[in-house]
């Protein structure tokens, strides 16, 4: 059984920067595309930044230039840099990974973190 842990999130005044980390734990064959999104009350859950088992980035417009995705294929995790952040950015954030786990199967299947609480204060 597959497994994504979230760390990280909090309480910071705007300006200021948080990281979130994401654990993938369990038995799987191969981790593709790694990403966060997040839902804020009363929208959407919206993607911030994906990133690909080759290491091609995607941003949301709103993130981009102020957050940062990394990953380390040699370790199952991602994490979110988030700088400069904005009262906008309050939300929910989730993790999520794309996983193979049937070596005899190349379907991959969408997994999803338990979700963590960002709030930016103005």
């Known amino acids: 059984q597959v497994q994504l842990v979230e760390v990280g999130g909090g309480l910071v005044e705007a300006g200021g920067s948080l990281i979130l980390s994401c654990a993938v734990k369990?038995?799987?064959?191969?981790?593709?595309?790694m990403g966060w999104y997040r839902q804020a009350p009363g929208k959407e859950r919206e993607l911030v930044a994906l990133?690909?088992?080759?290491?091609?980035?995607n941003y949301a417009d709103s993130v981009r230039g102020r957050f940062t995705i990394f990953r380390d294929n040699g370790v199952p995790w991602v994490r979110l840099e988030m700088n400069s952040l904005e009262p906008e950015d309050t939300a929910v954030y989730f993790c999520?990974?794309?996983?193979?786990?049937?070596?005899?199967?190349?379907?991959?299947?969408?997994?999803w973190g338990q979700g963590t609480q960002v709030t930016v204060s103005s």
């Open positions: 369990g038995s799987y064959v191969r981790i593709n595309a």
């Open positions: 990133i690909t088992d080759a290491g091609s980035t």
């Open positions: 999520n990974a794309r996983i193979q786990t049937d070596r005899m199967s190349q379907i991959e299947t969408p997994y």
